[in-house]
């Protein structure tokens, strides 16, 4: 070839990119926007107030009825896709896809479908029905992959019988000594899992295998209002915050109101109020985007006439860095008997429960935000303040979070609200992950 005609050849390569993009790449593959909002929309039936709306929220508490028909529901939704769903003994649900090269792991995805008493309609949801999407597109599309694809709901996510992230805690190995015989409601946690299809006997049958996954994927709504400000439609999880649990008794004595003087009074509830004070300073007493929360408190005996005479509360502390954690909850209890000899009461601190943090696997971090590029969306990295089930599962292999935003950083209330629009794009990087990390090798420490 002589040099005009190379040069030629070099001018027509440079005109290349202006042809149409679907001669040069296929269309990113994309989930049915339209048929996750109905699933959404349907799945709020149940546990929803009487004569409500989808805008009126949820109380769909685990192990309770509306839960039951969740999941009823929710297994014929699985079936009508080919997919075969099966329960473990922690109730949790799941259906395998089948990949196609002998051996290799499955990537695990999914949420919960349970809600806090009085909750909205996104939080887990959005992730356990974006979940169910995919599969759906995969099968519709079919789109082949190399490693078979699980699809999990875990059980009972929200705070229960005394502890949360019951189905992901089962599956990790991570039960609380006696927690099967705590009783609400007048039910052992023992009997209400049975309602799920669970069986406290064979727990071991639930338990995981440390590496038997290739990846853990969660897509959730952020719960906080970060994305939301920011304009950023996709939120790439740093790691999750680890949150220790309190319960305080403080004990005075229940007197006349009327008849017992000022300075003699061993009033509960004055206590009870300086150690609310006391959270908040200590959660302020330090940089960082550590907190804490006085969330229950119960008065006795809770009458106008009378000096509250016994309070019982909860207090909580989060923060990414465990051992500020700590920090926190023994500044608690040093305040605590300051607080009780000041006021002539009895002040019992009793550390409850951990839920350890966990940091999300790099490489599954720059997977996301390669999906995300590759959807044209932007992305940003943050922490979670909320706990997950992803936190339990990452015990046992690597892990991955993907946020969507929460309007005006609102949850865990009827007014929880993300949008159509941010959900279905948070299910096709969900999508796009998947395919990204059935592409990549086995994983190596450090990664």
């Known amino acids: 070839m002589n040099r005009r005609r190379f040069s030629r050849g070099l001018a027509l390569l440079a005109l290349t990119p202006s042809l149409p993009a679907f001669a040069q790449t296929a269309p990113p593959l994309r989930t049915n926007a339209g048929r996750l909002r109905k699933r959404l929309e349907d799945l709020s039936v149940f546990g929803r107030p009487a004569g409500g709306t989808f805008a009126d929220g949820v109380s769909r508490t685990g192990f309770s009825d509306a839960d039951v028909e969740a999941h009823a529901w929710l297994q014929r939704e699985m079936r009508a896709l080919g997919l075969e769903p099966k329960v473990d003994a922690a109730g949790n649900v799941s259906a395998v896809r089948p990949g196609t090269v002998p051996g290799l792991a499955p990537i695990l995805f999914g949420s919960h479908i349970d809600s806090v008493r009085g909750g909205g309609n996104f939080d887990g949801d959005v992730g356990s029905m974006s979940s169910l999407e995919v599969m759906a597109t995969l099968i519709e599309k079919k789109v082949a992959t190399r490693h078979p694809l699980e699809y999990v709901v875990w059980a009972a996510e929200e705070s229960n019988f005394g502890s949360g992230l019951h189905g992901s805690r089962m599956a990790a190995g991570l039960i609380e000594e006696g927690e099967f015989e705590r009783v609400q409601n007048g039910v052992t946690k023992r009997e209400a899992m049975k309602r799920l299809g669970g069986d406290a006997s064979r727990i071991a049958e639930a338990r995981r295998a440390r590496g038997s996954f290739h990846a853990y994927l969660e897509l959730h709504i952020e719960q906080g209002g970060k994305l939301d400000r920011a304009g950023v439609p996709i939120g790439v999880v740093e790691g999750i915050v680890t949150i ?204």
């Open 244 to 447: 220790d649990d309190y319960d305080v008794h403080v004990r005075g004595f229940a007197n006349h109101a009327g008849t017992t003087p000022m300075a003699e009074r061993r009033d509960a509830l004055v206590a009870a109020s300086q150690i609310v004070q006391a959270v908040q300073q200590i959660a302020n007493g330090e940089a960082g985007a550590q907190v804490g929360t006085v969330g229950q408190m119960t008065v006795r005996p809770n009458a106008p006439n009378v000096v509250p005479g016994d309070v019982e509360m909860t207090v909580e502390f989060r923060d990414l860095d465990g051992a500020k954690v700590a920090r926190l909850g023994a500044a608690l209890k040093e305040r605590c008997a300051q607080i009780a000899k000041a006021s002539n009461t009895e002040v019992e601190v009793v550390f409850t429960s951990r839920h350890e943090g966990a940091r999300a696997t790099p490489s599954i971090q720059a997977a996301i935000e390669k999906a995300a590029a590759s959807l044209s969306l932007n992305s940003m990295r943050l922490p979670s303040g909320a706990g997950h089930d992803a936190q339990a599962i990452a015990t046992l292999g690597p892990m991955g979070m993907i946020f969507v935003p929460s309007v005006a950083g609102i949850s865990h209330s009827p007014r929880e609200l993300s949008r159509w629009n941010e959900i279905a794009q948070g299910a096709d990087v969900l999508m796009a992950t998947i395919l990204e990390l059935d592409a990549s090798a086995p994983w190596t420490p450090g990664r």
